[in-house]
């Protein structure tokens, strides 16, 4: 077979491997972020919001509470909303306070304050109907963006529009899988979330489990490509060598890969579990680390042989790379056993390790010439 194919799949599976676990993790990101930073409602009336709406008190809540109005992600008022309460004289006011029970709203909710009964249930209906409130006025502040709407997030709100299952789904998320979700500005720099917390819960394990899986595969096409270049250059002797070494640490850090997308989100009362868990991401990281060493390396020596074949600057970068990687994995190992950060640092350093370590796929994409013959 000639070299010129191994060498396209080579290029083919290491952009792959670049691609997908990161899809993988940062699709996980944004969906717990997505459903941390936007709220569900029910008004129909939110859809189209442009003028002020008045409703009787009991209109007002037999609207908030009808169970027929379908939860939306997309039914949202896409500015804020501005409630106002209207007494019998027609006096509007934003709060109602008598005799210590203060009644206000706050985030598309009634707060109640009853400083001399402080845990006991207040209706806010009857409290109201008690203060002589007798409607409640709706409308639009155009000056100040919802951004707890869908709608000001183009590319979820199109989703969701196109796609009503999946508003439902996600709705579902937001109702029973309150551990999925949460409000987030970016892991990458506040390290408020890790990986996994994103990652193991519906729906964001439907996303993650099968592309990580996917991910592994296309891992070993790309080590065992690597080796079948080597022997097909060896045959041709262009190399007086065809290692194997980086194929087999390759091969078993897909395996620790796989096993780690499989069990993640498995909940065993178990210390025994817990640890091996955590021993597979470290063999995975360990064989990764030295497959991507050995082969770098192999490919180092023989750059002289393979001048036709590959950019020399690259396989400089590739060398750096790979020290730099090397360098920081041993500092991060030693902070994480010996050290004391705190449980943000940590989430910081494994978003940004994983992502960086992807490069390394990036780069073998970038090594190689046009196909040779």
């Known amino acids: 077979m000639k070299s010129s194919i191994f060498i396209n799949k080579i290029k083919k599976y290491s952009l792959i491997s ?16 997505f459903l941390g930073d936007h709220e569900i409602y029910k008004f129909v009336s939110y859809e189209s919001l442009e003028k002020e709406e008045v409703y009787s008190l009991n209109g007002f809540f037999l609207k908030k509470h009808d169970n027929k109005r379908r939860l939306s992600f997309i039914n949202c008022p896409k500015y804020a909303v501005k409630y106002s309460f209207i007494t ?13 029970v203060i009644v206000k709203i706050k985030n598309n909710s009634f707060t109640i304050n009853d400083k001399s009964n402080p845990d006991v249930y207040i209706d806010p209906h009857q409290s109201l109907k008690k203060l002589n ?9 155009k000056t100040k963006i919802n951004y707890k709407c869908a709608k000001n997030n183009i590319i979820f709100y199109t989703l969701i529009k196109y796609i ?22 970016n892991p990458y720099f506040y390290g408020e979330v890790s990986i996994s917390r994103t990652a193991r819960y519906f729906p964001a394990n439907l996303i993650f489990k099968p592309l990580i899986i996917l991910s592994s595969f296309f891992l070993l096409l790309y080590w065992r490509s690597n080796f079948y270049l080597f022997s097909e250059l060896k045959n041709k002797n262009i190399i007086n060598h065809s290692p194997k070494n980086f194929l087999y640490l390759g091969s078993l850090s897909c395996l620790f890969l796989t096993l780690h997308a499989i069990f993640l989100g498995v909940d065993f009362d178990s210390k025994l579990f817990a640890i091996l868990r955590k021993l597979i991401i470290i063999l995975f990281i360990l064989f990764e680390i030295l497959a991507q060493i050995y082969l770098t390396k192999y490919l180092y020596k023989y750059k002289n042989n393979l001048k036709n074949y590959i950019k020399p600057l690259i396989i400089n970068i590739k060398i750096i790379f790979v020290s730099v990687v090397l360098f920081s994995t041993i500092i991060a190992f030693s902070l994480l056993i010996w050290g004391d950060m705190s449980t943000s640092v940590k989430h910081i350093l494994e978003w940004n390790y994983f992502s960086i370590l992807l490069i390394y796929y990036l780069l073998s994409r970038l090594l190689w010439k046009s196909s040779q013959t």
């Open 18 to 33: 670049f691609i997908i676990p990161l899809i993988a993790i940062n699709s996980c990101f944004l969906l717990f972020k």
């Open 88 to 100: 019998e004289d027609k006096n509007r006011l934003s709060e109602v306070n008598n005799n210590g």
């Open 133 to 141: 409130i007798r409607s409640i006025a709706v409308s639009a502040d």
């Open 164 to 185: 009503p299952k999946l508003d439902s789904v996600l709705v579902d998320k937001k109702i029973n899988y309150s551990s999925g979700f949460g409000i987030v500005k």
